[in-house]
Every structure is written in structure tokens, then in C-alpha cells.
């Protein structure tokens, strides 16, 4: 069986308004939770080549995930085939990583709220660089819900969160590797203005 990760982002320009109109059609928060994530790749970078990710996340919990493209293309939802388990200590777990060659490459913060919708997860994000939404489930759910919330299926992102920082990195020249919020604390830079180079844009 394939384990497919189905999604989309949203920028959000006002994140507050947004979580409202979430609640108001019935979806429940888990509550806000902080993630510290490490990606790895090995001494050739192969992953990073492969358009693959090895990542390792603490949260409420440690999870391994490994993530790689799909055996298919889909221009209207960013699919991915992803397997995760849940680990139960994620600093041997990182050991256990090294020590089979593979090496810490870049980490990243994110503060997220989970909100459940039937069978739908919406995840209000705030990075370092930004807010965004994610909604991942079914593709006819979330077309259906981003509608319903008010969002323009054109201005939709199919990119994960370290492309776009690799967008950012370029247009600032950030002379950082790692997206967190003491790295961004005096960095000013309005995404806003960029949306149009990483937002879908086509109807």
C-alpha cells in the first residue's frame, strides 16, 4: 500500500482571521506545538539529489520520517510517498544516524496548531520567515476546504518549507544555513512581495 502525503500551502497574511474561519466550519485544534526538525542526507548529498528527505522531528513526540517523490506527477498537489515512525529518543536515534554515515545537513523550528476536520488535518504553521497553511488529506477535501476557508486555489504553494527558505536564502543573501527563529531575529524580509515566484499563479 502506498503511503502518500497529500497537500497543499497557503501564505497567510493574517493568520488570526484564518484560524477563525477554520473553528467556525466545526474543526477541532489539537493546540500549538513546537518543532524542532533535523535533516540528514549523506556525504554525496544522494537524498538531497534524489529530491529525497531524511528527517528526524521532536515535538509532543520524536518521529523518523523518510520522504521521496512519487512514481507519478501531479501539478495541482504537492504528493510525496512518506513512511514515519515514531521513535522513543531522539538524541540516540540521531546517534544511530551518524553512525550509519549519515550527517546532520540543516535544521529547522516551526511553530504549528493542528486543527482536525473530519478526515482533514489543517496546520496553521508560523516559521521563522513566515505563516502559512497546510492542508493535507484527500484532494477532493482540500480543494473543497480551501474554497470554504476563502483561499484562492491559484495562490496555492506546492513547495516545502526548506525550498522556499532556499528562495529567501538567495534573494537576501543570508549568510545561514539553519531556519530558526534566533537565526531570523534581525533579518527583515517581506515574502509577501515574492509570492507571485512561488505561488502556483495559474486558474
Not at 23 to 31: H, Q
Not at 99 to 126: M, P, V
Not at 183 to 202: G, P
Request: glycine share 2%.
Amino acid at each position: 500500500m502506498e503511503h502518500l502525503e497529500i497537500e497543499v500551502k497557503f501564505f497567510l497574511a493574517d493568520i488570526d482571521h484564518i484560524r477563525n474561519r477554520i473553528i467556525e466550519l466545526g474543526a477541532v485544534s489539537m493546540g500549538p506545538v513546537f518543532e524542532t526538525n533535523i535533516r540528514f542526507d549523506d556525504a554525496d548529498n544522494r537524498l538531497i539529489q534524489k529530491k529525497s528527505l531524511l528527517r528526524l522531528r521532536q515535538d509532543t513526540k520524536s518521529t523518523l520520517t523518510f520522504k521521496s517523490e512519487p512514481p507519478f506527477k501531479d501539478d495541482q498537489f504537492k504528493i510525496l510517498r512518506e513512511l514515519e515512525v515514531e521513535v522513543s529518543d531522539f538524541t540516540t536515534m540521531k546517534n544511530i544516524l551518524e553512525s550509519l554515515g549519515f550527517r546532520e545537513e540543516q535544521a529547522y523550528e516551526k511553530w504549528r496548531e493542528t486543527l482536525i476536520l473530519n478526515r482533514t488535518h489543517l496546520c496553521l504553521d508560523t516559521m521563522p520567515y513566515g505563516n502559512f497553511l497546510e492542508i493535507e488529506g484527500q484532494k477532493e477535501d482540500i480543494k473543497k476546504l480551501a474554497s470554504q476557508i476563502g483561499l484562492k486555489w491559484n495562490k496555492r504553494i506546492l513547495l516545502n518549507y526548506l525550498a522556499i527558505f532556499d528562495f529567501i536564502k538567495q534573494k537576501s543573501n543570508l549568510p545561514f544555513y539553519d531556519v530558526t527563529f534566533s537565526n531570523f531575529i534581525n533579518i527583515r524580509f517581506d515574502l509577501a512581495k515574492y509570492l507571485d515566484l512561488i505561488e502556483v499563479n495559474r486558474h
